[in-house]
């Protein structure tokens, strides 16, 4: 995920990532829980292929993916995630926690970004260099989603190698 103000402004003013985000929206309403469960989770295939288009869930993987969400209380929780993103926390140590976690990255950092990444466009990790006082080393990987450790794991991984070795 991009860092700093910069997704956040998209969720209000660039209408290209509101469509993509569309989905973040829908999950505050009501109606929500009951879509998503439909037709053995088709909501969740839909979200895969629009996050990442040229990636093709394996059955096996789909088939876990259904069991963990048909869990008592798992959906309704990952809804709660998302029912909170734009509300401020309430108690002061919450807050003094965001604050801290929105704060400036000390350490050297790298980010990996899907050129075809159909939830959050890579261009929102474009300029986040400023929030990185100790280097950031910003890499979008083409023709890859949203899914980078799913679609391209031996590429990950060797950015993740490289990236410790130096």
């Not at 990952?78 to 909170?84: D, E, H, I, K, S």
């Not at 300029?127 to 989603?145: D, H, I, K, Q, S």
């Amino acid at each position: 995920m991009p860092y700093g103000k910069g997704l956040a402004s998209a969720f209000v003013a660039d209408g290209d990532q509101q469509r993509r985000s569309w989905y973040m929206f829908f999950f505050q309403t009501r109606l929500a829980e009951i879509a998503v469960q439909l037709n053995d989770f088709a909501f969740l295939d839909r979200l895969w292929r629009e996050w990442s288009p040229g990636y093709v869930l394996p059955a096996p993987a789909r088939s876990s993916l259904n069991e963990a969400f048909a869990q008592p209380g798992v959906l309704t929780q990952t809804l709660a995630y998302y029912r909170q993103l734009f509300a401020p926390p309430s108690d002061a140590a919450a807050q003094a926690l965001e604050a801290l976690a929105t704060g400036p990255i000390t350490v050297p950092s790298l980010y990996l970004h899907g050129a075809d990444d159909g939830c959050i466009s890579a261009q929102l990790s474009e300029g986040m260099e400023a929030a990185f006082t100790n280097g950031l080393e910003r890499v979008v990987m083409p023709e890859v989603g949203h899914f980078l450790h799913l679609e391209q794991p031996d590429a990950v991984f060797d950015h993740i190698l490289r990236f410790i070795r130096t």
